[in-house]
Structure formats: C-alpha cells, structure tokens
C-alpha cells in the first residue's frame, strides 16, 4: 500500500506542476490564437462552397 | 453544520462572468458566414487555442462532480481513471490513431465518415440517429447535476436553484445559437483560464488546511488498502481499469465533441499536437477534482463524521445522489469570499461550456446526419443553421424534463459511461475496421451499430425493467463488465458480417 501512496502522491504533485505550466503558455497564447481566428473568419475567402454565397445573397436580401 | 461562504460578492462575481458570455455571443455572431464557420469555425484553430477548447469542453462542471463523486466514494484509487485517460490521449496523440485520417478526411461528423467511407447515405443517418440518441442520452443528466453542485455551493434551496439552472441554460441557448462554433471556442478559452487557475488554487487550500498526511490517514482509515489500490477495490478491479483505458480512447478520439474538435484543427501536425498537450488535461479533469472529492471525504469524516454523507457506524453512505453532493458543499465551507465567486463562476463557466458543445454537436448531427440526408433536396445553408437552433431549443426541453424524474441509481460516472457506450461501442468498430481494414463492409458496419445498442442494459433503471439486477447480482456482473462485452462483440461482429456480405468491389476500390 506504501507504494501506492507514493505513486498518487508523485503523479499528483507532477501532474499540478506541469499543468500549472500548461495553463500559464495556453492563457497567453490563446489571446494571439483568438486574433488570428477571428482574422482569418473576417477574411475568409476560402468559404468554398457555393451555399455561403447563397447565405450572404440571402442575408442582403432580407 | 454544513453552511456555506457563499456571500454576495460571490453572486456579483457570477453574475458579472454570465453577462460577460452573453456579450460574446452578440460580438462573433458577425462572423458566422456558412455552416463551415457555425459548426468548426472555418477549420481556423490553432494549437493554443485548440487545447484550451479541449480541455475547457471535457473539464466540465459534470466532470468535476462525477469525479468528485468518485474521489469521495473510492478514494485515491479513483485516480486511475485520470491515468488511463492521459496515456490513451497521449497514445492517440503519438500515434494519429483514428483522429489523423478522420482529419484528412475533412469530415465534420462521424456519421458523415460512415457515408464516405462506405458511400451510404443510410449507414448515416442512422448511425447519425444512434450518435444523437446516445449523446442525449449522456447529458441528460448535466442539468440535475449542475443542479447539485449550484445549491451545494451557494446554499440556495430547490426552488431557486431551478430559477437559476433555467436562466443559465436559456443564456447557453441564446449564444450557441448565435455563435456557434466560433463562440463556443472562445467562452472555452476563458472558463479554461478560470476554472484552472480556480482549481489550481483550490487544490492548496485544501492541502495547507487539511495536510497531506491527515489526508492519507483518513483515507487508510475509511477504506483501508481498498482507498488506495484499484485492483483490489469494491466495484473496481481490473477489468474496471481496462474499462477505463478504452473509455480513455473513446473520450478522445471517438466522442463526437472530441472529433469535432479534431476536424476544426488548422492541420493533422496541429490534431497530433492538440492530443499530446490536451493529454496532460484529460488526466488533469479527472484527477483535480478527484482529489477535492477525497479532501471532502476527509474533512466530513473528521467533523463527525457528518451525516448525511456518513451513516451512524462512520460508514459512506452508498446512495449516489448524496456523496454527489459532498464537492461542492466542501468547497463552500473551505474557500474564503471571492474566490469561492471566482471558482463558482468557473464551474459554472465550465457548466454551459460543456452544454455548449454539446448542444451544437449533437443538433448538428440531427441536422447534417439525418434530416439533410433525408431530405429529397439538398437543403440550403440558412435552413441547415436554423434546423439546427430549432434542435439546440428541442434538446434544452429535453434535458430539463429528463434530469427532473430519472432515478440516477449508479455512481454519475457509470450512467456516462453507460449511456455514452450506446453509441461509441458500434462506432468503435466502425472507425477502427472502416479505417484500418480495406474488406470492412456496409453490412458489417450496420450489425456493429445495431449490436453497440445492448450496451443500454448497463443502465441500472433498464436493468430493473428486465428483471435482471438480481441475475446480475448473483453472477457479478457490473456495468463496466457489459460494456466490455458488448465492444467485443460488435467488433467481432463487423467482421464477421463483412466477410459474409462484402460491399460490392467498386465500393472498396474509391475509398482505397
């Protein structure tokens, strides 16, 4: 049982470390990545398909 | 004896995040142009992002009281589940295992690889009826939890928790109808951010007032070897740890919420690198609040130990709707005023997050797997958009009713598991065969399909229905032991049905 305890207590403690690390890169980062979404949705020529025109004619339309 | 903290600053701290959600909603509603940007945000997410929307989609209120649940009821043993969960990302992640192809594929739905890969539009839509039924199936137990973890919390009583629960799900409603994907990945960012830094905290609080060695001896004395050790635990076991290995799989590479994040990455080297890094918070989802549902076990038994989460003879009480109650109500006597606002508007966050996804996932199935295919014509962009918010209001009624009258009667986490393997074990086999096995063919596919639905007998009220509990009982049949089975079989099912009946050679060739 001793051996469990110090397997929980090592994964936990590793676990918290390294993701309190995750949340620190992914809290900064994910500012710049919303940017760029947003950007490219703005711009997006790449809406393939025919049926996004047709949803902005029908947009204009109404 | 059990009051809470909760205080109205703590109200005005919710308050402010749920009004913060709603302005989100109005802001990216502009930038919804077709269902490509409704439904994976014109394929746009980058890795950042598209970790912070995996873990914030799975980190859920649900997950937290389900693992707590779990945490309070098995102790450390409980954080195999955790465990599992991470090396079967990591291995998805490493190896492209099913997400890979699935994003080559440029699918948006997995019913919608069943009709490309088999080019059959009725593998789809029922497949993609089966996946909905499922997946509704699944949540419809969210809001009563929600439900419980709000009044645990906040102290609130029944009346006013429904108030609360109807507001929150008709402002979910309000901007995933607007947003869609677009404003699900952002309300995703930002209750990832609160709910980490939230639980994070919580986590050292709870150790620096209890003590890891009070902690450890608490557990040693309610469960003895059993708290520690999951193969030899009460209802674990391992045939329970390999149930949880697969659902670790299923969880990221086969549940539709998992897949569509997937398919809305930029690129595969972006998919393999979402799964590496989301690996560290599929485990982290399970274990953080597993561990504060063993720091409540802990600090109810040394108070008392305090019914009603103790019977009189120090034992945990084994009704599930009671040990789910135990997280929240802990948190609402250990965190001091502010942070227990900023760590409910988290889970609260975390709530209409994990309905968000949810709700535009499986409204998009109905729509995209079975209504448009059904359709004699092709329907337009616009009447698919609005089919599908008819569907998010449709499946909100439902979820209110649902979580109103059903008797839970297993552990939160097993009715998941349960409900979920309705769907996931037929579509299993379909991914794993239709992927990597070039003879699997459109029959054994349906037979797959249609034998994953046993798995419903897992459900302990179907059980009671088919007079089985007591059979089950009697030969030690638990529910992780039918899933299992009936994985098995709708595997070797596929197989056998695609070697009887193969598809006709042309099929076979255009997918090769």
């Known amino acids: 049982m001793e051996g469990w305890i110090i397997f929980w207590g090592a994964l936990l ?18 500012v710049a990545d919303i940017r760029k979404m947003l950007k490219s949705l703005s711009g997006d020529e790449n809406s393939e398909d025919s049926d996004s025109q047709e949803l902005d004619e029908e947009s204009l339309e109404s | 004896m059990l009051e809470t903290n909760f205080s109205n600053i703590d109200w005005i701290i919710v308050a402010a995040y749920l009004a913060g959600t709603v302005v989100i909603g109005l802001w990216v509603n502009r930038y919804i142009k077709g269902m490509g940007d409704f439904l994976v945000a014109g394929r746009s997410l980058r890795t950042r992002l598209g970790i912070a929307t995996m873990i914030g989609s799975e980190l859920g209120l649900v997950t937290a009281m389900f693992a707590a649940q779990k945490g309070f009821t098995t102790g450390f043993s409980a954080f195999h589940i955790g465990l599992m969960a991470g090396i ?8 492209g295992f099913i997400v890979v192809p699935l994003r080559r594929m ?16 009725s593998l789809r839509i029922v497949g993609g009826f089966i996946l909905a039924a499922a997946g509704i199936l699944n949540m419809g137990l969210f809001l009563k939890a929600g439900a419980v973890f709000v009044s645990g919390i906040t102290g609130i009583d029944d009346d006013a928790v429904k108030w609360v629960m109807t507001v929150m799900i008709v402002l979910v409603l309000f901007y995933t109808c607007l947003g869609g994907m677009v404003s699900v990945i952002i309300t995703d960012y930002v209750q990832f951010v609160v709910l980490s830094f939230g639980l994070l905290l919580t986590c050292v609080i709870a150790v620096q007032k209890i003590g890891w060695s009070t902690l450890v001896k608490g557990v040693e004395k309610i469960y003895s070897e059993e708290g520690f050790n999951p193969l030899v635990a009460e209802g674990v076991g391992g045939s329970y740890v390999s149930w ?19 398919c809305a990455a930029e690129s595969v080297a972006v998919v393999k690198k979402m799964y590496l890094w989301s690996s560290l918070g599929f485990m982290i989802r399970f274990l953080i609040p597993q561990f504060i549902g063993i720091c409540a076990l802990v600090y109810f038994y040394d108070m008392g130990p305090v019914e009603p989460f103790f019977d009189s003879d120090g034992q945990v009480s084994n009704d599930p709707e009671v040990t789910m109650k135990a997280m929240p109500i802990f948190l609402g006597k250990l965190l001091p005023v502010g942070l227990l606002g900023i760590v409910a508007a988290g889970m609260i966050a975390a709530f209409m997050s994990t309905h968000d996804t949810y709700l535009l996932c499986w409204s998009s199935v109905l729509t995209e797997d079975v209504v448009n295919p059904l359709a004699s014509e092709r329907m337009s962009q616009r009447a698919r958009i609005v089919l599908t918010r008819a569907f998010l209001v449709m499946i909100a009624i439902f979820l209110v009713i649902w979580g109103l009258w ?4 297993q552990d939160l986490w097993d009715y998941m598991a349960v409900s979920g393997a309705i769907y996931f074990t037929g579509a299993f086999a379909i991914l794993l065969l239709g992927l990597y096995w070039k003879r699997a063919s459109t029959t054994g596919a349906f037979s797959a399909l249609f034998i994953g639905t046993l798995a419903v007998i ?25 899933g299992l089975t009936v994985s098995f079989i709708a595997i070797i099912g596929m197989i056998v049905m695609s070697v009887v009946v193969p598809d006709q050679k042309e099929r076979t060739e255009n997918f090769n």
Do not use: N
């Not at chain 2, 079967?88 to 992640?93: D, E, N, P, Q, R």
């Not at chain 2, 440029?106 to 539009?121: A, H, L, Q």
């Not at chain 2, 549940?255 to 997937?262: D, E, K, L, S």
């Open chain 1, 13 to 30: 403690l590793v676990t918290l470390i390294i993701y309190t690390v995750l949340v620190l890169y992914v809290s900064l980062g994910g």
């Open chain 2, 88 to 95: 079967a990302t990591l291995i998805v992640g490493v190896t």
């Open chain 2, 106 to 121: 440029e699918v948006m739905t997995i019913p919608e690889f069943y009709e490309k890969r088999f080019r059959s539009r």
């Open chain 2, 244 to 262: 949880m290995f697969f659902l670790g799989v299923i969880s990221c590479a086969v549940w539709q919420t998992a897949v569509m994040r997937a």
């Open chain 2, 406 to 409: 059903y008797d839970l009667g």
């Open chain 2, 458 to 482: 897992g459900l302990k009220p179907v059980q009671a229905k088919l007079d089985l509990v007591d059979y089950f009982k009697e030969k030690g049949i638990e529910s992780h032991h039918i």
